[in-house]
């Protein structure tokens, strides 16, 4: 009886151990799962890679071309050339970060080219942190346009890898962060816009009295806030690959067909000679079994990574066939849950599969997380999208009778009677995130 009962548990740890991995692979985009083959094939003697690239780091190329052919004029010119080398360093890393960020711009068809003037600039306004050096205002006068299309295209800036990039302060920073993540805790992005200070010293009872919750989501939400990615740097940049499409989607006579970009990995297989010359050694038994193991669950984490991305962009091509014809005006709001619920998986494993992973369609690149896009439930049970109702909000406010100027509630009403659900507190938040005043401030302007 109690040998059945370790036997049980046993085969749980081992399917639970394969499962993480597994889950691990999944999260991985194309350049982070090649790196992660060649670090398990240096780990694992049973793994066989094959067409393994020859890599050169940015160190070396730089030690290379610090190399003269005359030992006494490259003394004699050891300070000129530090200081030299220094101020190329810091060129080839803002040129570098520069054209990782230019080569996310996607190839939307409903971005002009003052669009694109607009994002240029903005991209080449970054400081040593990626945060933005210049003020919206400044930019919307130099182009000749208002504060909020600048601001737009600022977002769309802010949605590119790696995250946190564009940010005006470290708040935003933090925000942007929370935004982008699908399972932040519900809490987090009122916890850093406007109590950053008492997460910082950890008043957890004053923060479950403030928001009405537990001190354990207190907790759970400021642990959280803690493990965000802290400021970035440039010279990030040199490690950080250009941006590759995990998938392809294109048309071939009228049918849409998927392609994983796969075909530069390397192979993984497993090496007979290795497996001869372990197998039947008994002073490697343990040894074997377990380097087996790895290796097979490498290569079955790949095909389950494959599979899943396949099966995610197919349910893609039948829940958003207005955004691979036409492109993002046309993307209809989507959640997790909604894919998830479709696939039959947890949310979580969705959530893996679009992480730092790119998409290539007719009409351009684009990261697979922009595509889920946030919204509000109608009366119809549908979703209205967040740029739908801030633009429906903005129509309201341009219409309306300048002398008695629509007020928060009524604007909610109004919203409410053409079936979206909304409170007045979020059209508040949409009219401020648009740069609009309140109606007091509108009527006495």
Known sequence: MQMMINTS????????????QHLEILQYSSNELEQYIYEKANENPLLMVEDAKVKKNYEEIIKLASITSNPTSRKACTSHD??????????????????????????????SQIDLKILTFLIRSLDERLFLDVDLTIVADQFKTTYAHVEVLLQLLQTFEPIGVGARNFKEYLLIQVDQDLLAPQLAIEFIS???????????????????????????????????????TGDKFEKIPYVFPDVEVKQVEGEWIV???????????????????????????????????????????????????YELIRMLLETQVGFFSKGMEALKP????????QLHVHESTISRAIRGKYIQVPHGIYALQSLFTKGLINASGKMDSVIYVKKRIKQLIENENKQRPLADQHITQILCEEGIQISRRTVAKYREEMNIVSSFNRAHA
């Open 194 to 232: 406007n109590d950053l200070e008492l997460v910082s010293t950890q008043s957890f009872k004053q923060l479950s009295k403030k928001y009405k919750c537990t001190i354990e989501e207190v907790k759970n939400t400021i642990y959280y806030i803690k493990k965000l990615k802290p400021v970035l």
């Open 334 to 341: 989507m959640r997790l849950k909604d894919i998830a619920d």
């Open 82 to 111: 530090q200081s030299f080398n220094f101020v190329e360093m810091q060129l080839a890393q803002k040129e570098s970060y520069e054209k990782y960020l230019l080569e996310q711009i996607p190839l939307h068809k409903n971005l």
């Open 9 to 20: 548990q046993q085969v749980t740890q081992v399917l639970t151990a394969q499962l993480m």
């Open 259 to 309: 392609l994983l970009n796969d075909h530069h990995l390397p192979s993984v297989s497993i090496n007979e000679s290795y497996v001869l010359l372990l197998k039947n050694d008994s002073n490697y038994k343990y040894y074997y079994k377990q380097s087996m193991k790895d290796a097979l669950a490498l290569i079955q984490g790949i095909e389950q990574r494959d599979k899943t991305v």
